[in-house]
């Protein structure tokens, strides 16, 4: 069975850094584009940034455009995100999974909480 463990989450102060990780136990990581999402509190999940299946290729919606970075470890089946500058409207959930398609069975994210 498919199981995503995301971690990394905590709280930081407005301009603050956090890297998350995702580590995916499945054995077609590799061959799955990826992507962080997250849910505010009151909204719905969004995806925020994707990365293709090997890593060479990323996009990000335009709230974290410039300050967060998507990165993959095929070998290690991980997914990460560097979230730099941060702000309190990036408090939110934050998840992994595949990009498109079925996507994987959730984790339980981890929580960011960006205090102003």
């Known amino acids: 069975q498919v199981q995503l463990v995301e971690s990394g989450g905590g709280l930081v102060q407005t301009g603050g850094s956090l890297r998350l990780s995702c580590r995916a136990w499945?054995?077609?990581?590799?061959?799955?584009?990826m992507a962080w999402y997250r849910r505010a509190p009151g909204k719905e999940r969004e995806v925020i940034a994707t990365i293709n299946s090997a890593g060479t290729r990323e996009f990000y919606k335009d709230p974290v455009k410039g300050r967060f970075t998507i990165e993959r470890d095929n070998f290690k089946r991980f997914v990460y995100l560097q979230m730099n500058d941060l702000k309190p409207e990036d408090t939110a959930t934050y998840f992994c999974?595949?990009?498109?398609?079925?996507?994987?069975?959730w984790g339980q994210g981890t929580q960011v909480t960006v205090s102003s």
């Open positions: 999974n595949k990009e498109d398609g079925m996507l994987w069975p």
């Open positions: 499945i054995d077609i990581f590799s061959m799955e584009k």
